[in-house]
């Protein structure tokens, strides 16, 4: 039966081919045929995944037959058209999604060459810009991107040939006429949302216009761009969509219905028909339950609540979450009114920064006067959330100076805030990357790195339980009043790894700062905070992200590039040229060697913290790379690297490394 309705559709649509003003409408994707790669899939129920839960995947869905766009009885110009879609992005961790979708029209359903993460799944670094992509695409993108010059990571913008847009908006609906009055959208809430784009042929204006799922179309649209689109598009193109994750950060991708229209009004979706999204635990259940109640319980028992709302109201605005357990733990709990009131209600003019974790606020303890910063992380298992917090407690007992001070917590529903020192300079990778602020010189920067290290030594070596850091990075590592460098957001990462299945281990971390190993096993150990610290060592010293997509070939991925400075005994060429020469040159070789031995892909030939300090406070010299064994094959890093360890399993080639380098390993032990 189900057969025979797939065909009679197919045969009806491939009739509106025929027709002069070809359209299509698909409230959801059961039985269609559409041309797909990448990861795209078409769910059981009918709803069309671009992307899943995978790290940097692109998927790609378009209609399967091409439609003619130029009128060619009339200079070729272009013919007004109209689509409308509805779409959800469900990110894995709320508050951090990526990339995002963009509705596409090309000459090609495959477009060859692109890449995912920041591109989309729509160009890669060298097409993005190329007049002869013939691509104009409506770009969803929850991820700031500055080298496009992004405004925000939740946008909608209209890209030509060049994810650097044309023309872009934060996510929002205008609720009249006027233009005044508006609300913004979360494009990542995980909720649907319908999206029109229409574009008038005579006019030569294209709209976008988005709004929640169920809301009438917006009366103005959220961007309209004049721009004759008959330079970029062709005579003949497909229409679809692409869809791309990020290295970290991952979010499935839907499309749940799709109408479109050559020449006129796109018919409307039947909303009633769309397929559902896949469940979502929690969240799903305090739905039913909000709608349930008010139906159950009798009117009469409403007239009594509403005398008490206001009691309930001021309840729950501080509620907070509290078990027996905590009590004996010994760490200082927040209230969370006085966090409220700290923060002046977590207001947006209080926002420090957005982390991988959460959104940092400054606050002013209302008792003490003290300056804290408070980090609002959102979690959403309950399973671990025990072990985790008795983590972080006894995380709070740390004392050390190069370590951000944890003062205490508090917890709500769904959600933990962490209470920290405050830290009036910030994070240290706005002064090496960020071209506006003063950079730091170099007996600065060598006092941070021996800080961080002497810190993670700490960590590693001098606590009573081995805490490992997991993300060690310039932006996690914080100055305080007198230029020290601190660790923050030790132990954090923990948070990701509870509550969720064994079997199912996920990295978490920063691309370019995760040892190889890690892709693999997914567990940090002592050695892949070494790694991570190496980076670090060539980030402060060379003054640039270990892995910088814009750079010229060869200096993408910054290990590779030291490393075959230094190959032909040219390293220290690979220096922050802000510094310009003023840097004492032998602590410059001895961190920048450092970085690069802390990057050996075999974990056993990294030192450990202990003697990377040694070797920093020149206790023992560093003895020459190459008379270690160490040579260029030693360095498996960046995007390439990273994919083929997961690939590819230990060679006999690494055994053979894996010898060497116990040799070398006790190379250094006896030079202690
Ligand atoms: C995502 O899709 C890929 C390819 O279809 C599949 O191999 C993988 O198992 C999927 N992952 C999840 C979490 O569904
Ligand atoms: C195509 O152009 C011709 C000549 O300008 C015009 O009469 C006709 O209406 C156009 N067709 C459409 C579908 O816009
Ligand atoms: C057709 O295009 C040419 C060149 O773009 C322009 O000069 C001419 O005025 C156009 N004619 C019409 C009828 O639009
Ligand atoms: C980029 O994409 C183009 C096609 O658009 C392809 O020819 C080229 O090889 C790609 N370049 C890279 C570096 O992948
Ligand atoms: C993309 O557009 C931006 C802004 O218009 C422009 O500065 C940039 O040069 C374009 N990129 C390319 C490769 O043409
Ligand atoms: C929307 O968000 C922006 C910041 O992203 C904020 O400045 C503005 O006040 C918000 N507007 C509304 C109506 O919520
Ligand atoms: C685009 O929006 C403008 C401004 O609201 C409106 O005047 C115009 O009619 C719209 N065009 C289309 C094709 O919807």
């Given amino acids: 039966m189900s057969t025979i309705f797939a065909w009679l559709f197919l045969l009806a ?11 299509f409408v698909y409230n959801g994707f059961k039985n269609s045929r559409f041309y797909r790669d990448g990861v795209a899939e078409i769910t059981g129920n009918g709803l069309l995944r671009l992307t899943n839960y995978t790290k940097l995947q692109k998927g790609h869905a378009f209609y399967p037959k091409p439609f003619q766009f130029k009128n060619q009885s009339s200079n070729n110009s272009i013919f007004s058209f109209s689509s409308t879609f509805v779409f959800a992005m469900v990110p894995k961790y709320p508050e951090t999604g990526g990339h995002g979708i963009a509705f596409v029209i090309a000459p090609s359903r495959s477009l060859p060459g692109a890449v995912a993460g920041q591109y989309l799944g729509l160009f890669n670094v060298t097409s993005n810009g190329d007049p002869s992509n013939h691509i104009v695409a409506v770009e969803l993108d929850t991820v700031y991107s500055s080298e496009f010059g992004d405004i925000n990571a939740n946008h909608v913008g209209i890209d030509l040939n060049n994810l650097t847009s044309a023309i872009s908006d934060p996510a929002k609906y205008y609720l009249d006429h006027t233009g005044r009055n508006y609300k913004n959208l979360s494009l990542m809430s995980g909720q649907e949302m319908q999206v029109w784009i229409e574009y008038d042929g005579l006019e030569k204006q294209l709209n976008v216009t988005i709004a929640p799922i169920k809301l009438p179309k917006p009366q103005i649209p959220l961007l309209s761009l004049s721009y004759d689109l008959s330079s970029i598009i062709l005579d003949s193109m497909y229409v679809g969509f692409s869809s791309s994750t990020g290295s970290v950060v991952i979010t499935s991708h839907y499309i749940l219905g799709w109408s479109f229209q050559m020449n006129g009004q796109a018919r409307a979706l039947d909303l009633s028909r769309l397929p559902k999204l896949p469940r979502r635990g929690p969240k799903e259940q305090s739905k039913a339950l909000t709608i349930g109640l008010p139906i159950i319980i009798p ?3 409403v007239t009594i609540i509403s005398i ?15 078990e027996d357990w905590e009590l004996g733990s010994g760490s200082h709990r927040f209230s969370y009114k006085d966090l409220y009131i700290a923060t002046k209600g977590f207001r947006d003019k209080e926002l420090l920064g957005i982390g991988g974790f959460g959104r940092v606020y400054k606050g002013v303890l209302p ?4 300056e804290v910063a408070v980090k609002r992380v959102s979690h959403e298992s309950k399973q671990g959330i025990k072990e985790f917090i008795a983590e972080i407690v006894s995380i709070g007992q740390l004392r050390h100076r190069n370590l951000v001070q944890l003062l205490g917590y508090c917890r709500r529903k769904g959600e933990l805030l962490l209470v920290y020192d405050f830290m009036p300079h910030g994070s240290l990778d706005k002064f090496l990357f960020c071209p506006s602020s003063s950079r730091l010189n170099w007996s600065q920067r060598f006092r941070i790195i021996k800080g961080v290290a002497s810190g993670l030594v700490y960590l590693h070596e001098e606590w009573e339980q081995v805490v490992i850091h997991r993300d060690v990075k310039a932006s996690n ?13 030790f132990g954090l990462a923990r948070l990701y790894d509870h509550g969720t299945n064994p079997e199912t281990t996920h990295v ?10 890690m892709t693999r096993t997914g567990k940090g150990t002592t050695s892949t905070d070494v790694f991570a610290f190496g980076a670090f060592l060539l980030e402060v010293a060379c003054g640039r992200k270990p892995i910088q997509q814009l750079a010229s070939d060869g200096k993408i991925i910054l290990v590779d590039w030291v490393v075959s400075c230094w190959s032909r005994g040219a390293i220290l060429e690979t220096t922050d040229p802000s510094l310009v020469s003023d840097y004492v040159t032998e602590e410059m070789e001895l961190v920048l060697k450092l970085g690069l031995l802390c990057s050996h892909k075999i974990p056993a030939a990294r030192p450990s913290m202990r003697q990377v300090v040694q070797f920093l406070d020149k206790d023992v010299p560093l003895l020459e790379l190459s008379s270690l064994g160490f040579n260029a094959g030693c360095i498996t890093c960046g995007q390439e690297g990273f994919d083929e360890f997961v690939s590819s399993s230990l060679h006999s080639s690494d055994l053979n490394y894996l010898r060497s380098s116990s040799v070398a390993g006790s190379v250094l032990s006896s030079g202690r």
């Fill in 13 to 23: 649509t491939s009739f509106a081919i025929a027709l002069e003003n070809p359209s």
């Fill in 299 to 301: 009117v009469f028992v």
């Fill in 308 to 322: 008490t709302f206001f009691v309930i109201r001021w309840k729950r605005k501080y509620a907070e979450v509290f």
């Fill in 367 to 370: 008792s003490s006067k003290i």
């Fill in 477 to 489: 590592v914080l100055i305080d009043g007198e230029w020290n460098g601190r660790l923050g957001d």
């Fill in 508 to 517: 978490v971390g920063t691309l370019g700062y995760l040892a190889p190993e």
